[in-house]
């Protein structure tokens, strides 16, 4: 089963069904001719009294889940050398179901194989079987068997449908035959009023495989189109232009929706947040951000609060980065926000409060920058006149590569007398 794209894009699970018990006897009412136009005639369905009591009880018992009790009944069917055309059929066909429920997938199929290799089903039980051996096939991954079962399906039954367009685009989306599934898909969506979501999932996932994201984009404002407070067709759209690089597109898409009171939940705030991030625009994205926490749909929680400070250093807001900041260190489990906070705090000139803070990142741990946390709180002692405690930090940074050099020149000038400058924000 392909993996890609299912992180931003889900595909759908095959439902199988199974005919129901009714073939075994013939009933008052002709059945509903389901194929019309099948080239196979439709043979008599006919087993013998001791046949039908046998493997109608088997199938009450499968039906019932009872399958280890109708197994030998389906069994002792099979083994009678003088079983009918139709009972034999019927008790393979049965036989595929245990077995599929036993998920014994490979004795499941060549049972129901066999059923249909027999040719002794009606045709609505016949054909229907066969639409099932392909579903069988697409989940065991027998995708090249699949193709073929339907082929022989739409040859035999001259059938169409949505639904197996559906099945056909689905095989050829995991044969990563992704334009034969777009076309495949597009079918199927125009060929019902309401085609199912996972259709839609796959037809988006082939459009991404190939790029294709201003197609991907056209098919999603047709449905936008017939339901324009739909979120989920709105974010979707969003989505596509992310993956386009069209940051402002799909800024303009959320943030008209937000207008429009759609946009209700945490996740789409972040969303929009990380969009305005991107494009550049720090300032909104901090805006819009502070505005769900404050409603109370984004939870004030560490990741939140965490990008509320990243968003707000980035505005260059260093009041709003430090208390998002505060609130995360609070929540953090490790010291990586705590060494921004120090940062942030050290340029905001409240040197003791920064020295807590990258104290407080060191003895958390798990840091990324531990080299650069050493040398900012040397600079801190240095700039405090604590020059033994500067240099102790100092020469601790020298252990990281990443800061050895900074490490070096602070040592160098102060063992020469010389006074460390205070550098400026990066």
Not at 172 to 184: G, S
């Amino acid at each position: 089963m392909k993996v890609s794209l299912l992180a931003r894009i889900a595909l759908c699970a095959t439902v199988f069904l199974f005919a129901s018990a009714g073939a075994l006897a013939a009933k008052k009412d002709a059945p509903v001719n389901e194929y019309p136009n099948a080239t196979r005639a439709d043979p008599k369905a006919d087993m013998s009294s001791k046949e039908q009591r046998d493997l109608s009880k088997a199938t009450d018992l499968v039906n019932d889940g009872n399958n280890d009790e109708a197994l030998p009944l389906i069994e002792k069917a099979l083994s009678n050398p003088k079983i009918g055309p139709y009972a034999h059929a019927f008790a393979q066909q049965l036989l595929g179901r245990v077995y599929w429920d036993q998920e014994k997938e490979d004795q499941a199929i060549a049972a129901t194989a066999k059923a249909i290799e027999l040719d002794a089903l009606p045709n609505n039980a016949h054909f229907s079987l066969m639409y099932q051996l392909a579903q069988m096939q697409v989940q065991t991954e027998k995708y090249p068997d699949a193709l073929a079962t339907i082929a022989r399906y739409e040859k035999e039954t001259g059938k169409e449908s949505a639904e197996l367009f559906a099945l056909k685009g689905n095989i050829y989306y995991r044969l990563d035959k992704f334009q034969e599934a777009i076309d495949m898909m597009k079918r199927a969506v125009s060929a019902t009023d309401e085609p199912n979501e996972s259709w839609n999932q796959i037809l988006m996932a082939s459009l991404f495989e190939l790029d294709q994201y201003d197609e991907a984009a056209k098919i999603v404002q047709a449905q936008l189109a017939k339901k324009p407070n739909d979120i989920k067709l709105i974010k979707q759209l969003a989505t596509i232009y992310v993956n386009a690089d069209k940051y402002p597109q799909a800024i303009e898409v959320l943030s008209k929706a937000k207008s429009e009171g759609l946009i209700t939940k945490a996740e789409d705030y972040i969303q929009l947040t990380k969009l305005y991030a991107n494009a550049d625009k720090p300032k909104d994205a901090a805006t819009n951000l502070k505005e769900g926490i404050d409603k109370g749909i984004v939870p004030s929680d560490f990741d939140s609060n965490k990008l509320l400070g990243d968003v707000c250093s980035q505005a260059e807001d260093d009041p709003c980065a430090i208390d998002a900041y505060t609130k995360a260190s609070a929540q953090a489990k490790d010291g990586n926000v705590d060494y921004q906070l120090g940062y942030m705090l050290y340029y905001a000139e409240r040197g003791a409060e920064a020295k807590a803070a990258l104290e407080r990142a060191i003895q958390k741990g798990g840091l990324h920058q531990e080299g650069e946390t050493y040398v900012l709180l040397g600079d801190i002692e240095s700039y405090a006149g604590n020059d033994a405690a500067a240099m102790a930090a100092w020469t601790k940074a020298l252990a990281f590569p990443s800061a050895k050099e900074m490490a070096a020149q602070r040592i160098k000038i102060s063992r020469s007398g010389g006074k460390l400058k205070r550098s400026t924000k990066k």
